[in-house]
C-alpha cells in the first residue's frame, strides 16, 4: 500500500492501481479496500473505484473505525451519484 501511495505522488496511476490491488489480495481489511478506491478515483475509474469502496464499507475489519466506516458510507454515496448521474447525461 506504501507503494501505491507513492506511485500516486509520482503521477504514475495506473501502477497504484496495480500496487494497490496486490496489497489488498495479500490483505483484505478496510484500509486497503478504500486505499484502492481511491487509486482507481485517481485513474478516473470511478465504477470499479464504486465496487471497491463497497467493499471497504462491508470487508470485516476487527481495526475499522465507526467514524471510517460513516465516512466511506458518505462518499460512497457521492461516487455512486456521480458514476450514475454521468451515465444518465451519456445516454440522453
Not at 478515483?41 to 463497497?54: I, N
Amino acid at each position: 500500500m506504501f507503494q501505491s501511495r507513492a506511485k500516486i505522488e509520482l503521477g504514475e496511476k495506473e501502477e497504484a492501481v496495480k500496487l494497490a490491488e496486490k496489497s489488498f489480495s495479500v490483505y483484505s481489511c478496510e484500509e486497503g479496500a478504500r486505499h484502492w478506491s481511491k487509486t482507481l478515483e485517481a485513474a478516473g475509474r470511478d465504477q470499479e473505484a464504486l465496487v471497491r469502496l463497497a467493499e471497504a464499507f462491508t470487508v470485516p475489519d476487527s481495526r475499522a473505525h465507526d467514524a471510517d466506516r460513516q465516512a466511506d458510507r458518505t462518499h460512497l454515496g457521492e461516487l455512486y451519484k456521480r458514476v450514475h448521474s454521468s451515465r444518465r447525461a451519456r445516454a440522453t
